[in-house]
């Protein structure tokens, strides 16, 4: 096991109100390595906050986060962002080596590697150019690149194709797999998309809304490379379709 | 050469002739407005004398300090203001106190503390600089994306490293702003405060040359301040092209 999240809870304060809400209650997960693992949920069903406490940008309110490989401590994660969160000021060769260069990597050794990196993204010929020059594929890319290159064990994305056209996200979906087959790390990922799920993972947390639970866990053992149209990934999506539209509904409802 | 840049010349070259040739035949006085021509050969007159450079040297001088102090310290606060609560509310009500404040005004006080001689010049640009800094400078430092912070602080950044690796560079756009609107407000300032209490400058040339009725003088003073005013402005957007190399648009 690579990470054990045990009874995690996160409210939050509406300072104006004085309300407190629940955005993650009771969450029970173990994450294992190597795994691609889903977090699928409609909006608010605290799943980016789920995987900001993952990555130490937030503190549960309740409960304890372990990972237990590592003794205990020391970062393990790395975070793809939605909107990039590349920095306009650094070209695509600075933003991948920011991670090691904040951590006192030497110059050439961070290069080496970003170089490295950005040959398994397929940016090549792009390392001197702003994030402003590329398109938005190509800013996810060396989004993915910059988390790969402080090594971590997990890559945690928060619905990182969200923002790309359909044309590109299914070209990125499939970077991705290849990525995630040639890195053997442990991806989690946070999307609404079903489709996307089914697509993706090897295993699919589904999570309700208000507050925040599981709901069920999924492994999905259909064989890659997975297609839409296949019958088994037609039953599959089918299934998660009417669970997830019964949270939808319960949602909105609130 | 685009029809654009043809009609900026020929706008500027026609009202100069004309100009001209109003006084030359006789139509306005010289002692209002004298001609171009005259300006121009009153402006090469007191440069061989050495008086209009000496007058340049002497006001750029005061300029340069003023600036410089009052660009440094305002980035330095600015920064912390924006990224630092505590000393966001300690600093805020003295800027919203002596920001509206024009600057000339605080001059005599300055005059009073620090004496007839550069001290009190320089401290009044200094502090008409430093106001228009700092409160660009927060703005720059407020309007970095948030997820930007995380992201830095995700890859390992420590908080000394958040702050000079992303919200230096972060407000660098706006402090570049604040530093042209602050170079403006030093060349009004050097001019408020060599009216006064001054032997040497390109003020006290201005002024003096009015007292005496001199107003070709007076014109040369004015055009050098023109001259001035546009080779700062040059020399700032060189200094941001280097510094903001991202912010170029491409062709």
């Not at chain 1, 990125?172 to 990922?189: A, M």
């Not at chain 2, 995380?150 to 570049?176: E, H, S, Y």
Request: glycine share 10%; proline share 4%; with cysteine.
């Amino acid at each position: 096991m690579l990470l054990a999240l045990r009874d995690l809870g996160k409210t939050w304060l509406i300072k104006r109100t004085g309300e407190r809400v629940s955005a993650l209650e009771s969450l029970t997960l173990d994450v294992h390595p190597g795994e691609f693992l889903i977090l699928l949920g409609p909006s608010g069903c605290g799943k980016s906050t789920l995987l900001q406490i993952i990555a130490g940008l937030e503190a549960p309110s309740s409960g304890e986060i372990r990972f237990p490989a590592a003794g205990g401590n020391g970062k393990l994660t790395s975070m793809v962002f939605q909107d990039y969160a590349l920095f306009p000021w650094r070209t695509v060769l600075g933003n991948i080596v920011f991670g090691p260069e904040v951590r006192g990597v030497s110059r050439g050794e961070r290069e080496e590697k970003a170089q490295r990196l950005i040959d398994l993204v397929n940016l090549r010929g792009t390392e001197h150019r702003y994030p402003h020059e590329l398109s938005g594929g190509m800013r996810q890319r060396v989004a993915l690149a910059r988390a790969l290159a402080n090594d971590p064990q997990i890559l945690l994305f928060d619905e990182p194709l969200a923002a790309l056209d359909a044309m590109t996200r299914r070209v990125l979906q499939d970077e991705l797999l290849r990525i995630w087959g040639e890195t053997g790390k442990t991806f989690v990922y946070v999307t609404h998309s079903l489709q996307e799920a089914v697509l993706l993972g090897s295993r699919i947390v589904l999570m309700t809304a208000h507050p925040g639970r599981i709901k069920r866990i999924v492994d999905v053992t259909l064989a890659r490379p997975r297609h839409l149209t296949g019958r088994a990934e037609a039953e599959m999506l089918d299934q998660l379709d009417a669970e997830l539209g019964e949270e939808v509904k319960r949602a909105m409802a609130l | 050469m685009t029809a654009s840049h043809l009609r900026q010349i020929a706008s500027v070259a026609g009202l100069l002739a004309l100009w001209q040739l109003l006084i030359q035949t006789g139509r306005l006085s010289e002692l209002f407005l004298p001609a171009p021509l005259s300006v121009l050969a009153s402006m090469w007159d007191m440069t061989r004398s050495g008086e209009l450079p000496w007058a340049v040297l002497v006001s750029l001088n005061r300029v340069v300090q003023g600036f410089v102090y009052g660009a440094a310290a305002g980035v330095f606060l600015g920064l912390l203001a924006g990224a630092v609560r505590w000393i966001e509310d300690v600093l805020d009500p003295w800027v919203a106190a002596v920001y509206p404040i024009p600057k000339s005004a605080l001059f005599p006080l300055f005059l009073l503390w620090f004496g007839l001689g550069n001290a009190s010049k320089i401290a009044t640009i200094a502090i008409g600089v430093l106001f228009l800094v700092l409160v660009n400078t927060t703005t720059g430092v407020k309007s970095i994306n948030p997820v930007l912070l995380k992201a830095a602080r995700d890859l390992g950044a420590t908080r000394l490293q958040v702050f000079t690796k992303v919200i230096l560079p972060g407000a660098l756009p706006n402090i570049f702003t604040g530093l042209r609107l602050g170079a403006g407000m030093a060349l009004i300032l050097v001019f408020i405060t060599e009216i006064e209490a001054t032997k040497a400058g390109l003020g006290f040339l201005l002024w003096e040359a009015f007292q005496l009725l001199d107003t070709r003088k007076v014109f040369a003073g004015v055009v050098t301040f023109g001259l001035l005013g546009v080779a700062t402005t040059w020399l700032l957007q060189w200094l941001e092209r280097v510094g903001c190399p991202w912010l170029q648009r491409s062709t």
